[in-house]
């Protein structure tokens, strides 16, 4: 079996971070592991507290994991702070860490901050050298790139100004956007581009689904499957969970990470 790290916050919720990307990686076939970086009180209404990791803990977790079952791939969803990136940077490197997914979480779909200000430059610096794959959405690419976007042509200059720029493969995706949810992958040093045109879900509920989709492209990588395919079926699986309109909680609730799973110890 293909083994998997995240390397992200806890939700309490249970529809994004850790849990959203533990559920993804077995509904996909692959074993998880985690390294979790900071305690999040939440629900599908907001966040309510955020309690980091020290970096030596969040060091002594990756030590325990990579020493003991090497990851074939790797995410990395919320790092809040300089240090903690400097820890996962570190460590990433001197374990030789391969097929690595970073998805730049700045902000929680309830709209909750959940990345510092100086900590935007530490991650460009630091993660996405090693990152195979990074996949912002609308307002983070804006936010990486200081351009605005108002629409798929701006979506597009954005996407490729930050493959050049960073030199690191981009998965922007296009679901914040009025439109349809098609996302552009921009490959580094003008290698290529592919449209993943889908289409858009009517389900208010759409908590995790960033963390989700960037789990499923990491359990896809370590299967084998090329960056190309990996996210092709990250999204047939996303689209999947989404179109199960799952409903729980009173705000933005999670996605239905179980909808393809099927067994006798998994009926009611």
């Not at 351009?147 to 995706?173: C, M, P, S, T």
Request: with cysteine; glycine share 10%.
């Amino acid at each position: 079996m293909k083994k998997v790290l995240t390397i992200a916050g806890s939700d309490s919720s249970g529809g994004a971070g850790v849990q959203a990307d533990l559920k993804t990686m077995l509904a996909n076939g692959v074993y998880g592991m985690s390294a979790i970086t900071a305690l999040t009180a939440q629900n599908t209404q907001g966040v309510r507290m955020v309690q980091e990791a020290t970096p030596e803990f969040l060091a002594a977790e990756l030590d325990a994991v990579l020493e003991d079952i090497r990851p074939d791939a790797v995410k990395i969803g919320m790092v809040a702070s300089p240090a903690l990136i400097h820890v996962i940077a570190e460590k990433l490197q001197g374990y030789g860490a391969e097929h690595v997914v970073v998805d730049p979480v700045m902000v929680a779909t309830s709209g909750a901050k959940l990345l510092a200000d100086d900590a935007v430059e530490v991650l460009v610096q630091e993660l996405f050298p090693l990152a195979e794959v990074i996949t912002p959405n609308i307002p983070e690419l804006s936010v990486l790139t200081g351009q605005e976007i108002a629409d798929e042509a701006a979506f597009q200059r954005a996407a490729e100004h930050l493959a050049a720029q960073a030199g690191v493969n981009v998965l922007a995706k296009g679901g914040h956007s009025a439109g349809e949810a098609s996302d552009l992958l921009v490959m580094a040093d003008g290698k290529g581009e592919k449209w993943y045109r889908g289409t858009r879900v009517e389900n208010p509920n759409t908590h995790g689904t960033g963390c989700t989709l960037s789990s499923a492209i990491a359990a896809n990588l370590a299967k084998g499957f090329d960056l190309a395919e990996s996210i092709g079926r990250a999204k047939s699986y996303l689209f999947g969970a989404l179109l199960a309109k799952m409903d729980l909680g009173m705000g933005s609730g999670p996605v239905d990470h179980s909808w393809n799973l099927h067994g006798d110890f998994f009926e009611n």
